[in-house]
């Protein structure tokens, strides 16, 4: 009993003291999340995801235009792609209970040093182990006063092949849309990047930091 005692007091203790200093709008989860994000993605350098990262090594045409596509901000506007012609796009699934949930900062830290070339789309999405509960106002709400994310979120919905997968990621999980792949997300902040022309040109899994030279280097 006392080494039961010994060894969930400290962890009691830090879970308290977590809980009265987090920010308003955090759970603990989230808090800790947060702060146990560098060692989440170290573990995944040390056992990289298979397949983590997938290229257009034939530069492949897309059968359906990247530009003929739309999707619902999570303010309610329409997001025409057209408008993004010119641009590299780099579209994202999130959630705000996820161990990668980190990855908004470093993506708004791309988003500022890049946005005159680069266009960040997120989209939120509840497929993974439940970890995007919040509805579209509360998730537009925690992503600002969290991470100060500014780049385009779009609202809730589906990102796995399912009948109701947003048609977003239906053209870029289908290769006889978007020309070469097939590969749907692996979990949340899972990344697509799009060229100046339309093209998807890479696949980046959840384990690959929006700060790791070779993605860097994807969207240059």
Avoid at 32 to 39: E, R, S, T
Avoid at 139 to 157: E, P, R, T, W
Avoid at 169 to 179: C, E, H, R, V, Y
Avoid at 186 to 201: A, P, R
Wanted: proline letters at 4%; glycine letters at 4%; charged letters at 20%.
């Amino acid at each position: 009993m006392k080494f039961i005692y010994k060894l969930f007091l400290p962890l009691l203790v830090l879970i308290t003291l977590f809980y009265l200093l987090k920010p308003e709008e955090m759970t603990v989860r989230q808090y800790l999340l947060k702060a146990l994000y560098p060692v989440i993605m170290l573990l995944g350098k040390i056992s990289p995801a298979k397949n983590a990262v997938q290229q257009n090594t034939g530069n492949k045409e897309p059968i359906v235009s990247f530009y003929s596509l739309q999707a619902t901000a999570i303010n309610g506007d329409t997001i025409r792609f057209s408008q993004f012609a010119g641009k590299k796009v780099l579209i994202v699934n999130t959630a705000s209970d996820c161990g990668y949930t980190g990855q908004y900062a470093e993506l708004e830290k791309l988003y500022e040093q890049e946005k005159d070339r680069l266009v960040i789309i997120g989209f939120p999405a509840n497929d993974f182990k439940e970890q995007e509960k919040k509805n579209n106002d509360e998730i537009a709400s925690f992503c600002k006063k969290n991470y100060g994310v500014s780049f385009l979120l779009m609202q809730k919905s589906v990102v796995l092949k399912k009948e109701n997968q947003n048609s977003v990621f239906q053209w870029l999980t289908d290769a006889a849309k978007n020309g070469w792949c097939n590969q749907q997300p692996v979990w949340n902040f899972s990344k697509y990047i799009v060229d100046e022309t339309g093209k998807l040109q890479y696949f980046y899994a959840n384990t690959i930091s929006p700060e790791d030279p070779h993605f860097i280097k994807s969207i240059q």
